[in-house]
């Protein structure tokens, strides 16, 4: 059981593109799954008897979406009114109101928050208050003596679901430190949030470097025992629950790069692959394969050479059967692997060789990675790097 539901990001007008080179199947769970996703979280609401469905970040943009699109959400506030569930939707402005509000021709049982107003109203004798992160209502501190009986949710997210820091109001921190109240952000990247705050993850991942696959999470207020009458939950905070609501998966298969060409790589993923548990009834697995080339920056330009052919081997391997929900979008040399191994501290490398230049590549990818602030994330730097030495090698 729930009393609130939170979903981060729906994003309703931009379905995933599917690969045009996937069977049908795959193509249109792919095609399906921002919907799908969607679908889940009001099931998690209806399903729980929540009172309130509350959304944050991108919904519907009225300069792209779709009157049908508009339909879909439309159809979903109006089942969970029906259901004794308010739809609570987060937006930066108040025209943002307007514009949904008038998109969906203003449904029973839809309410908005933004920086300026909260959204309140009752779980069975508890006051419910909704207000912004974005705001000055995020720093304001409960009412003495409001007690057990009110509950204060601060809710918040990246700017278009994107890489902005958290930014909490300066004055915010004795806000959710009280005891009735509760701080959510939604975010897509995987960054540390302070102590006290909730991560939210997008409810279908978009590639396989957000937050999570996809889910939404539950707050549960009440304490719904058989032994008697629902009361308050002492330990309220503690039931934030995630529900998984993802339909596609992305995953990113590693391997040691085999010898040969790309029967010997495709029969080495396909292997791998083979090895991984049987599921018909989990997320379509989209899949990345990595292959690791340690040093050997020829190897590296060996597989991207034959990428294609290893992945037009791969699909004819492809087991259709229901019991193996995967699909390889592509194959690349591991972009992140450690250039260390070719610095002037191991390799030895002589001036005026390729060697020097690839030792010295080398020692400024280490330094950037060492650096309190570079210029280059790691990992960008890293890739960077390895391009670098590849185009010489092609060259």
Excluded: N, Y
């Excluded at 998690?44 to 339909?71: E, H, T």
């Excluded at 004795?174 to 701080?183: H, N, Y």
């Excluded at 993802?246 to 060409?261: N, Q």
């Excluded at 597989?303 to 037009?312: C, D, K, P, R």
Aim: proline letters at 9%; charged letters at 20%; glycine letters at 10%.
């Amino acid at each position: 059981m729930a009393d609130l539901v939170f979903a981060f990001d729906p994003v309703l007008d931009r379905p995933l593109p599917a690969p045009e080179a996937a069977p049908p199947a795959v193509a249109e769970t792919i095609s399906a799954a921002v919907t799908s996703a969607f679908e889940a979280a009001v099931g998690a609401a209806a399903d729980g008897r929540a009172a309130a469905l509350v959304i944050l970040g991108r919904v519907l943009d009225p300069l792209r979406a779709s009157p049908a699109q508009a339909a879909v959400l439309r159809g979903h506030v109006v089942r969970l009114a029906d259901a004794g569930c308010r739809t609570i939707v987060v937006v930066d402005t108040t025209p943002a109101c307007h514009d949904l509000a008038r998109m969906l021709g203003e449904p029973r049982g839809l309410s908005f928050v933004t920086p300026l107003a909260g959204c309140e109203f009752d779980v069975r004798g508890i006051a419910v208050e909704i207000v912004s992160a974005h705001g000055p209502l995020a720093a304001v501190v409960p009412p003495a003596g409001a007690g057990g009986l009110r509950r204060r949710i601060v809710v918040g997210c990246d700017a278009g679901g994107g890489a902005d820091p958290f930014m909490p109001p300066a004055d915010a921190a004795p806000a959710w430190a009280q005891p009735g109240s509760f701080w959510v952000w939604g975010s897509r990247r995987p960054r540390a949030l302070p102590p006290g705050v909730h991560r939210l993850a997008s409810l279908q991942a978009r590639d396989a470097t957000e937050a999570g696959p996809g889910a939404c999470a539950t707050l549960a207020l009440l304490d719904r025992s058989e032994s008697g009458p629902a009361g308050p939950l002492s330990d309220w905070r503690g039931s934030w629950r995630e529900v998984p609501t993802h339909g596609v998966a992305w995953r990113t298969l590693s391997i040691e790069s085999p010898a040969g060409g790309d029967e010997e790589l495709a029969t080495a993923i396909w292997s791998a692959l083979e090895s991984r548990p049987e599921s018909a009834a989990g997320p379509l697995e989209v899949v990345r394969v990595s292959v690791a080339c340690g040093t050997s920056v020829a190897r590296r330009v060996r597989v991207a050479e034959i990428a294609a052919e290893t992945l037009a081997r791969l699909r004819q391997l492809h087991d259709p059967k229901p019991t193996r929900r995967l699909w390889v979008r592509e194959v690349v040399a591991d972009p992140h692997e450690s250039l260390v191994p070719l610095g002037h501290a191991r390799s030895g490398g002589r001036p005026g060789t390729t060697t020097s230049f690839s030792s010295a590549l080398a020692d400024i990818v280490a330094e950037l990675e060492q650096s309190p602030a570079p210029a280059l994330a790691p990992l960008e730097a890293r890739e960077a790097g390895w391009l670098a030495l590849e185009l010489v090698e092609s060259g």
